[in-house]
């Protein structure tokens, strides 16, 4: 399987407190993004970066890529209770054919 | 961003029955698209891509003649479960890649939750 894995599968933190989800994946790739998923609901697309990128910043978003170990990190910073969901890396090979998307992790956030 | 629309949100059938769920780019034309299945608590899977004028390429694993895939038009796919089972009940999600923007992006519909008794 090509699939990427992502740790943690579930994280649960405070409100305020920094949430950091790691992404690994196994093919070479062109670009690498994340998207949140609330229960039972659609993708919403947060951030891409390229594969010449190495940091991105969105908001309260942090995103970083490490080409060479394969491996992304989200982090969310100052979290609310409202980003309570389901945070998946998808990437996009070389090829710019199909997105590949990591296992996920599911975050609760307490008020 | 671009808007993907997908009908219906929610189906119920009953086993044996086809089930017909639309994709719909509202402001892009997508030669592209795609179908995922999503089961509860696992990530997205590819289950075909489906290009416009041609037939579509389903991922391995995939039964062509289970899942049939329409892309008749630069806005519609359609992806029907023939013969549905209680193992399809799933959620299924497509996404219109958008070949004007610089990254091949993809944007996702809302999704279609199949649950089939």
């Known amino acids: 399987s090509q699939q990427g894995e992502e740790d943690p599968q579930a994280l649960s933190i405070q409100e305020g407190e920094n949430a950091t989800m790691n992404c690994s994946y196994k093919?070479?790739?062109?670009?690498l993004q994340w998207y949140r998923q609330n229960s039972g609901r659609g993708l919403v697309h947060l951030i891409l970066?390229?594969?010449?990128?190495r940091e991105k910043h969105s908001g309260r978003l942090r995103v970083t890529l490490d080409t060479s170990k394969k491996s992304s990190s989200l982090l969310i910073t100052a979290s609310r209770a409202a980003d309570t969901a389901s945070y998946f890396c998808a990437t996009m090979n070389t090829g710019f054919q199909k997105l590949v998307f990591g296992t996920g992790t599911r975050l609760l956030v307490s008020p | 961003g671009a808007v993907v629309s997908q009908h219906p949100s929610r189906v119920i059938c009953k086993s044996g029955t086809s089930v017909k769920i639309e994709c719909r780019s509202l402001?892009?034309?997508?030669?592209?698209m795609f179908w995922y299945r999503q089961f509860p608590k696992q990530s997205l899977m590819l289950m075909a891509t489906s290009n416009e004028g041609s037939k579509a390429t389903y991922e391995q694993g995939v039964e062509k003649d289970k899942f049939l895939i329409n892309h008749a038009s630069l806005t519609l796919s359609t992806l029907t479960v023939t013969s549905a089972h209680p193992e399809d009940s799933s959620f299924y999600i497509c996404?219109?890649?958008?070949?004007?923007?610089?990254?091949?992006?993809?944007?996702f519909g809302p999704g279609t939750r199949l649950t089939v008794l």
């Open positions: 970066i390229r594969s010449n990128e």
């Open positions: 996404s219109a890649q958008d070949p004007g923007g610089p990254y091949n992006e993809q944007f």
């Open positions: 402001d892009f034309q997508a030669t592209t």
């Open positions: 093919t070479s790739i062109n670009n």
